[in-house]
T-cell receptor, first 114, second 116 residues
Framework: GNSVTQMEGPVTLSEEAFLTINCTYTATGYPSLFWYVQYPGEGLQLLLKATKADDKGSNKGFEATYRKETTSFHLEKGSVQVSDSAVYFCALALWNSGNTPLVFGKGTRLSVIA | DSGVTQTPKHLITATGQRVTLRCSPRSGDLSVYWYQQSLDQGLQFLIQYYNGEERAKGNILERFSAQQFPDLHSELNLSSLELGDSALYFC???????????????FGPGTRLTVL
C-alpha cells in the first residue's frame, strides 16, 4: 500500500540552527508530495509541494526536493526561528481517476528555543 | 486563513449520542475531504465527495456517514459515539475538477470532538 514514514520527534533546536526532517514514502505509482504544518491549536497549512522527480518545493525558507531514486522528500531550513515551532506532516497523494486523498506521516513535532 | 470553514469548533457529548460536523469549502472548490486526527492513529482519510457524489472512501466506520449538498457544503454525521471517537476532525477542499498532481487540498481549522 501507500505510506509515508517520518522521523520521530520531538525535535528540539536552538534558534538559527539547521533543520532537517526526514521523510520517505512508498507508493504504487507516481505521487505528488507535500509538507503541511500545524501550529498549536490550528489546522493544517500547506507549506510546500512537489509534483515530479527533482522538483524542489520552497516556502518561508523551507525547502524539500522530490528524490525518486531514494523515495524521499526531506524538509530543510537553514536557520529556524521560535515561530517555526509546530508539528510538520509529510504527505503524498496519488491521482487515480480524480481521487486524491492524502496519506500522511505521523508528524514530527519541532520545538525551537531562543 | 485557508478559506475552508468548519463548525462547531468544539463539541462535547456523551457516549451513544449523534453529532453533525459542518464544512464549507473554499469558493470554487468542488471536492471536500474529511480526515480524523487522533493521538494513536494520526491523520487518517475518511471520505471524499466531489460535486455532491461520493468519490473515495477511506477508514470510515459504518457509524459515520457524510454528504455534500448542492451548495457544496458538507456534513459529517457521527452516531453511536464511543470514547475512542474523540479526535480532531478536519475538512479539506480542492478544486478537484480533474484531480491530478496539482490538485492541492486546503484544510479547515478542524472540529475538536470530545466524547465523555
Amino acid at each position: 500500500g501507500n505510506s509515508v514514514t517520518q522521523m520521530e520527534g520531538p525535535v528540539t533546536l536552538s534558534e538559527e540552527a539547521f533543520l532537517t526532517i526526514n521523510c520517505t514514502y512508498t507508493a504504487t505509482g507516481y505521487p505528488s508530495l507535500f509538507w503541511y504544518v500545524q501550529y498549536p491549536g490550528e489546522g493544517l497549512q500547506l507549506l510546500l509541494k512537489a509534483t515530479k522527480a527533482d522538483d524542489k518545493g520552497s516556502n518561508k525558507g523551507f525547502e524539500a526536493t522530490y528524490r525518486k531514486e531514494t523515495t524521499s522528500f526531506h524538509l530543510e531550513k537553514g536557520s529556524v526561528q521560535v515561530s517555526d515551532s509546530a508539528v510538520y506532516f509529510c504527505a503524498l497523494a496519488l491521482w487515480n481517476s480524480g481521487n486524491t486523498p492524502l496519506v500522511f506521516g505521523k508528524g514530527t513535532r519541532l520545538s525551537v528555543i531562543a | 486563513d485557508s478559506g475552508v470553514t468548519q463548525t462547531p469548533k468544539h463539541l462535547i457529548t456523551a457516549t451513544g449520542q449523534r453529532v453533525t460536523l459542518r464544512c464549507s469549502p473554499r469558493s470554487g472548490d468542488l471536492s471536500v475531504y474529511w480526515y480524523q486526527q487522533s493521538l494513536d492513529q494520526g491523520l487518517q482519510f475518511l471520505i471524499q465527495y466531489y460535486n455532491g457524489e461520493e468519490r473515495a472512501k477511506g477508514n470510515i466506520l459504518e457509524r459515520f456517514s457524510a454528504q455534500q449538498f448542492p451548495d457544496l457544503h458538507s456534513e459529517l454525521n457521527l452516531s453511536s459515539l464511543e470514547l475512542g471517537d474523540s479526535a480532531l476532525y478536519f475538512c479539506a477542499s480542492s478544486v478537484g475538477q480533474r484531480g491530478g498532481p496539482t490538485d492541492t487540498q486546503y484544510f479547515g481549522p478542524g472540529t475538536r470532538l470530545t466524547v465523555l
